[in-house]
C-alpha cells in the first residue's frame, strides 16, 4: 500500500522542498520506490530532480497547475511505494493533498513568525481527519528558546525529537541536484545522521497510518 506524506507549511523559508529531496533520497537510496509530487508553483523540487539528472527513483511528478494536483497524487501513487508531496509556503492547495495523505509534516523554525503560522495547516488537517508531527529544522542547538518553541508546538501536536540542524551543505546541495547527506563534507555525516532518523520517525508513522 502506498503511503503519503504531504509537507506542509504556511509561509515560506521553512524548508520544505529541502526535506522533501532529502528524505525522498534517503528513502529511495534505501531500496524504496519514491515519487515525489511538487505542487509549489516555484517548481523548485523539480528544478533540483533536473539537476540530480532525471532519476528513475525518486521519479518526480508536477503539478504545477491547480486542478491536476488530485489526479497528479494518484498518478504517482501507482509507481511507488512512497509518495512525498512539496506545497506551497501558503494555503493553495493545501486541502486537496492533505485529503489525501497519510501524514503531514510540517517543518518549523524556531522562531514566532513560524510558530504563529502553523495553526491554518493544523486547521486544514483536523477537518481531513488526518495526523501531523512537527518536525524543528534549521535549529541551532545553543539557542536558547529551542525548548520553549517545542513546548509550544506541543500543544498543538506530535513534535519529533529528530531535529534538524542548520548548516551549509543542505541549500549547497541542492544547488547541484544533491543532498546534504550526500555530499563530501565533513557536516554530510550529521546531515545523514539527522535525515536518517527523521526519516525512521516520520516513516513509522505514515505506515501505521496507512495501515489502519
Not at 532519476?55 to 511507488?80: Q, V, Y
Request: net charge neutral; proline share 4%.
Amino acid at each position: 500500500m502506498t503511503k503519503t506524506i504531504v509537507v506542509a507549511a504556511c509561509k515560506g523559508g521553512s524548508g520544505k522542498t529541502t526535506l522533501c529531496a532529502a528524505l525522498a533520497a534517503h528513502a529511495s537510496s534505501a531500496g524504496q520506490r519514491v515519487s515525489i509530487v511538487d505542487a509549489d508553483p516555484q517548481q523548485s523540487l523539480g528544478l533540483w530532480y533536473e539537476r540530480r539528472g532525471w532519476p528513475e527513483n525518486p521519479g518526480c511528478f508536477s503539478a504545477a497547475d491547480e486542478h491536476d494536483l488530485r489526479g497528479t497524487i494518484a498518478k504517482a501513487c501507482t509507481e511507488a511505494d512512497w509518495v512525498i508531496v512539496d506545497l506551497p509556503g501558503s494555503l493553495m492547495r493545501t486541502d486537496i493533498a492533505i485529503r489525501h495523505a497519510d501524514l503531514i509534516l510540517i517543518p518549523v523554525r524556531a522562531s514566532m513568525l513560524d510558530l504563529e503560522a502553523v495553526n491554518p495547516i493544523c486547521e486544514v488537517g483536523d477537518e481531513a481527519g488526518v495526523a501531523r508531527v512537527f518536525v524543528v529544522n534549521a535549529a541551532d542547538k545553543d539557542w536558547k528558546l529551542l525548548g520553549s518553541a517545542m513546548d509550544a508546538l506541543g500543544e498543538l501536536g506530535t513534535v519529533l525529537p529528530e531535529t534538524i540542524r542548520y548548516h551549509e551543505g543542505h541549500p549547497a546541495a541542492m544547488a547541484i541536484g544533491q543532498t546534504a547527506a550526500e555530499l563530501k563534507s565533513p557536516s554530510s555525516r550529521i546531515a545523514k545522521t539527522e535525515i536518517t532518523a527523521l526519516w525512521a520517525a516520520v516513516s513509522k508513522r505514515a505506515a501505521r497510518k496507512a495501515r489502519a
